[in-house]
């Protein structure tokens, strides 16, 4: 079956130090990641899309950056974390050939910056 | 991409049936209108999709008019378990992203 792992559940960072949240979904290849932010009582706002290795695209420029070392992994970084990263960080992958009802999320992780 | 713009809140009460109406003026003839759910604390998860006229399933009723410039999603009979973030989009099928805009906040009391 498909699925999708995202960790840490929770993580709580001081300003300025460093972010690795990792991605990972199982039983399916070559898909389609994303990255999604959601702030507090607001929407989700895409961050990061990859549509295969190496491949990123960025949509919208901040603090944070994204990779997919291997096929079925996408990592969301930052060197130097700012208060306004905080939020609720979310992984999806998409099914080709669905349309826009393929999206299935991970778990999610929630990031507070202190 | 459509714009799409609904309430940003709704109240109900269990046993009672939801209609969230999302318009989208500009549509385009390759898209379709999509609505996933939110609970706390977790993502989306997909609700319905259509393209025209009326889709249904075991979740809701998805309600398009002909000239498709809205849809109203239907939650017939809802329960507290309903309580959530419900987000219409707009998409080319087979897009290769999915924009989220801020949603409906549903909330079902007693």
């Known amino acids: 079956s498909q699925t999708i792992h995202q960790w840490p559940a929770t993580l709580v960072q001081p300003v300025g130090s460093p972010l690795s949240l990792e991605c990972t979904v199982e039983?399916?290849?070559?898909?389609?990641l994303y990255w999604y932010r959601q702030a507090a009582g607001r929407g989700l706002q895409l961050l990061f899309y990859?549509?295969?290795?190496?491949?990123i695209s960025s949509e919208v420029p901040q603090n944070l950056s994204a990779s997919r070392p291997q096929d079925r992994q996408f990592i969301l970084s930052s060197k130097k974390l700012l208060l306004s990263d905080s939020g609720f960080y979310l992984c999806?992958?998409?099914?080709?050939?669905?349309?826009?009802?393929?999206?299935?999320f991970g778990s999610g992780t929630r990031l507070t910056v202190v | 991409l459509a714009k799409t713009t609904q309430p940003i809140s709704m109240d109900s009460y269990e046993g009672q049936e939801v209609n969230i109406t999302c318009s989208h003026n500009?549509?385009?003839?390759?898209?379709?209108i999509t609505w996933y759910q939110q609970f706390p604390s977790q993502g989306p998860r997909f609700i319905i999709q259509?393209?025209?006229t009326k889709v249904t399933n075991e979740v809701a009723s998805l309600f398009i008019p002909a000239d498709r410039k809205s849809s109203t999603l239907s939650l017939p009979r809802v329960s507290l378990s309903d309580t959530a973030v419900y987000y219409c989009?707009?998409?080319?099928?087979?897009?290769?992203?999915?924009?989220f805009g801020t949603g409906t906040r549903l909330q079902v009391f007693p």
């Open positions: 989009l707009v998409q080319r099928y087979n897009t290769d992203k999915l924009i």
């Open positions: 259509g393209y025209k």
């Open positions: 999806a992958w998409m099914t080709e050939g669905t349309g826009g009802s393929g999206y299935t």
């Open positions: 990859s549509v295969g290795i190496g491949q």
């Open positions: 500009n549509i385009a003839t390759n898209d379709y």
């Open positions: 039983g399916t290849s070559n898909p389609n």
